[in-house]
């Protein structure tokens, strides 16, 4: 059963910093990308970043809002990929989800993804 778990959100102040991880079990994280998206109240979920398979080059991409500040990364022998968030903003606030796509490349189209985590809270605030 594939399961995708996320974890290390919290309140934040802005400037401030959070790692994200993301467990995953039910399936060989080598072989496929892992997606974040986020969800702010009353917006759309949007792509914040993605990492491709590892036989793919683990290559990244990242949402322009969020280009330079949040870093991608997995570590297969864990079965974990995480995002470092650097320099949070309150327009940061939302909860954020990880998710995996049917395939290796790297993607942020939310239509792409087959399995997803139930989320963990972001908020940025003083």
């Known amino acids: 059963q594939v399961q995708l778990v996320e974890s290390g959100g919290g309140l934040v102040q802005p400037g401030g910093s959070l790692r994200l991880s993301c467990a995953t079990s039910?399936?060989?994280?080598?072989?496929?990308?892992i997606s974040w998206f986020r969800q702010a109240p009353g917006k759309e979920r949007e792509g914040v970043s993605c990492?491709?398979?590892?036989?793919?080059?683990?290559?990244?991409n990242y949402a322009d809002s969020v280009k330079g500040r949040f870093t991608i990364s997995r570590d297969n022998a864990k079965n974990t990929v995480y995002l470092q968030m650097n320099s949070l903003k309150p327009e940061d606030t939302a909860v954020y989800y990880c998710a995996r796509s049917w395939q290796a490349m790297c993607s942020m189209q939310p239509t792409l993804m087959t399995y997803w985590g139930k989320g963990t809270l972001v908020t940025v605030s003083s």
């Open positions: 990492i491709s398979s590892s036989s793919s080059g683990g290559i990244t």
């Open positions: 039910g399936f060989t994280l080598d072989y496929y990308s």
